[in-house]
């Protein structure tokens, strides 16, 4: 095909591209999901005659804007229709679709399983979620860390795995998580020659080593290890402090926690501080922050 008909073939894709980015900048991403599906459907046969790099870029769009109005609707308790929106997520990152780049397929994935874990958590499906938790996370341990963000995962498997009841195996991933991000903090703050590898951590990154260390201590209350959780709860608490600042909700949130802890610890007599375990009982840990992968 001349070049000049491959111009005319491609034009209402890079139109709709172009106003898919402008709609998902406003954040009417309902119109930009649509925007990409009106023109893959009304140019069918054009779309048989596009190279694969044009047609992935336009289905990564579509995964990312399906996985947005997914979580959307999921935080707007329209459970229904956050389903039917995770599964075309799920449809269009099937390995049978050989026209995405593989490695932007997993990726997206990825965040397809991820977030479909949260929904499934969401109402208490907590078997279904662990299964495509496990999912995401497989795949992003085979990615090389080309995936989004595998230590949200992490805490969404910390988070679920606790309030199914297995607080060892949570507070692994809490630990899991919190190693991720200081690495990957550490690899921001060395010098290097140019742009590094993984871009800037960002707040939302470093709001997360605040959950991990809130969720490890969560977690230790619930092992009867006080001395561990107060220690994360400080640790917690001085990170959230300097990155969120002191009126944050999740500062006040590990402020009480740990407040509400030491004063525990302080009335306990000294053979109960010896074992814990029934001082820890009584107490009720804080509910474990997720994080949640919303396509960007």
Not at 5 to 34: C, K, N, T, W, Y
Not at 80 to 105: V, W
Not at 122 to 148: D, N, P, V, W
Request: hydrophobic share 35%.
């Amino acid at each position: 095909m001349e070049t000049a008909d491959m111009q005319d073939v491609l034009r209402p894709f890079v139109e709709a591209e172009r106003e898919f980015v402008q709609l998902q900048g406003s954040g009417d991403h309902d119109g930009a999901v649509r925007c990409i599906e009106a023109v893959l459907r009304q140019e069918q046969a054009a779309v048989q005659q596009m190279p694969d790099q044009v047609l992935s870029t336009l289905f990564e769009r579509l995964a990312l804007g399906y996985n947005t109005l997914g979580m959307k609707h999921l935080k707007d308790n329209n459970t229904e229709i956050s389903s039917k929106f995770f599964e075309k997520a799920e449809a269009l990152t099937d390995p049978a679709n050989l026209h995405m780049n593989p490695e932007s397929r997993l990726v997206l994935r990825a965040v397809t399983y991820n977030n479909m874990g949260c929904f499934y958590k969401s109402f208490g499906k907590l078997h279904t979620a662990l299964q495509y938790l496990k999912k995401a996370q497989t795949i992003e341990e085979k990615s090389r860390g080309r995936c989004q963000n595998p230590a949200g995962t992490h805490l969404n498997l910390c988070a679920l795995l606790s309030q199914m009841g297995k607080h060892q195996e949570a507070l692994q991933h809490a630990g899991k998580a919190l190693n991720l991000l200081e690495a990957q903090q550490k690899s921001q703050d060395e010098p290097s020659d140019g742009a590094g590898a993984g871009g800037s951590l960002g707040s939302t990154g470093e709001s997360l080593i605040c959950v991990a260390y809130f969720n490890m201590a969560a977690e230790y209350e619930h092992l009867r290890k006080p001395s561990d959780a107060l220690w994360n709860y400080q640790k917690a608490y001085e990170n959230c402090l300097q990155e969120l600042g002191e009126e944050h909700p999740l500062s006040q949130q590990v402020s009480v926690c740990l407040s509400q802890l030491k004063l525990k610890t302080n009335r306990a007599p000294t053979s109960a501080k010896q074992k814990p375990a029934r001082d820890m009982k009584e107490k009720t840990s804080p509910p474990k922050k997720e994080e949640e992968t919303e396509g960007e």
